[in-house]
């Protein structure tokens, strides 16, 4: 059985950093690009971040509203990815889940973790 | 970026009833790269139809997916209870990915 489980979320004051972590089982972590995705009340769903296989050099894209200040990395002896957020904003806030990409559909997501970015 | 937008944002159904639900892409969208979730409140998304027609493991049969280009259905032949849910549909045809706002069916 596939499972995704992330952690790390919480409050956090705008302008600071937060990293998230997501141990997966049930499949061979290493062959799967993992992603992150967010939902919110005021932007639903909006994908965050991706990251490829080694064979890939572990290349990643970011969506425009987060480059430069999240970073997402994977250790695949750990089956964990992670997304470092920096200089945090209001508009972070929200729901992050940690997705599985099957083929280009997000087969598998995990429970999910709330951000949120609040003074 | 391919914006989708679902219609209607909020529909009821009665049991028994048929049900269309439709996504609307911006520009044209390969029938293999656009998907639907299901998602209940306080769970996460649930991968539900992969590439326009084709459903997930468990999905009832009563689900089916549509359509071409830049139009997309999801239909259920016959509204049961269990389908109330917000369901939204997801292109990965052009980066970045983009999902539609959902499609909120509760039982009438």
């Known amino acids: 059985e596939v499972k995704l489980e992330e952690s790390g979320g919480g409050l956090v004051q705008p302008g600071g950093s937060m990293k998230l972590s997501c141990v997966a089982s049930?499949?061979?972590?290493?062959?799967?690009?993992m992603n992150w995705v967010r939902q919110s009340p005021e932007k639903g769903l909006e994908w965050v971040a991706e990251?490829?296989?080694?064979?890939?050099?572990?290349?990643?894209h970011y969506a425009e509203s987060v480059k430069g200040r999240f970073t997402i990395s994977r250790d695949d002896s750990k089956s964990s990815v992670y997304l470092q957020m920096n200089n945090l904003r209001a508009e972070d806030t929200g729901i992050y889940y940690c997705?599985?990409?099957?083929?280009?559909?997000?087969?598998?997501w995990g429970q999910g973790t709330l951000v949120t970015v609040s003074a | 970026q391919i914006v989708l937008t679902q219609s209607p944002a909020i529909m009821s159904a009665s049991l028994g009833e048929r049900v269309t639900m439709t996504c609307t892409a911006s520009?044209?969208?390969?029938?293999?790269?656009l998907h639907w979730y299901q998602q209940k409140p306080g769970s996460s998304p649930k991968l539900w139809i992969y590439?326009?027609?084709n459903l997930a493991s468990g999905v009832p049969a009563r689900f089916s997916g549509s359509g071409s280009g830049t139009s997309y259905s999801l239909t259920i032949s016959s509204m049961e209870a269990e389908d109330a849910a917000t369901y939204y549909c997801?292109?990965?045809?052009?980066?970045?990915?983009?999902f539609g706002g959902g499609t909120k069916l509760e039982i009438k």
């Open positions: 590439s326009t027609s």
């Open positions: 997705t599985l990409l099957g083929a280009d559909w997000f087969a598998y």
């Open positions: 990251i490829r296989l080694k064979s890939n050099n572990y290349a990643t």
């Open positions: 049930g499949f061979t972590f290493s062959n799967y690009w």
């Open positions: 520009s044209s969208v390969s029938s293999s790269y």
């Open positions: 997801h292109q990965y045809h052009r980066s970045p990915p983009t």
